[in-house]
């Protein structure tokens, strides 16, 4: 099993910034694919961003050129930049780790954009 710890997150104007963090721990495979996903109260869990394990990336269209997603292997971590940030931003955000039909997610992190 994959253990995800999530960090970052938190209260921040609209135009702001705020970098989420996540690592991962337990039985990791090495082609793997990290990414994040939020979810609005109500409302389903959408994808922002993955990266597989050699760095190919995928980004929800609200968020390109917004957000930057990067891991690190040896540390088995991947991170979300998210910079001019919008309110319509606002969720609770899941670390998220597949493997070929596994998938694991974290606990989640609130992040709050305020206009």
């Known amino acids: 099993q994959v253990q995800l710890v999530e960090s970052g997150g938190g209260l921040v104007q609209a135009g702001g910034s705020l970098s989420l963090s996540c690592a991962a721990s337990?039985?990791?495979?090495?082609?793997?694919?990290m990414g994040w996903y939020r979810q609005v109260s109500g409302k389903q869990r959408e994808l922002v961003a993955k990266?597989?394990?050699?760095?190919?990336?995928n980004y929800a269209d609200s968020v390109k050129g917004r957000f930057t997603i990067s891991r690190d292997n040896a540390k088995k971590t991947v991170n979300l930049q998210m910079n001019s940030l919008k309110p319509e931003d606002t969720a609770v955000y899941y670390c998220?780790?597949?493997?070929?039909?596994?998938?694991?997610w974290g606990q989640g992190t609130q992040v709050t954009v305020s206009s």
């Open positions: 998220n780790y597949e493997f070929i039909g596994y998938s694991a």
């Open positions: 337990g039985r990791i495979f090495s082609r793997d694919i």
């Open positions: 990266i597989t394990f050699d760095g190919r990336q």
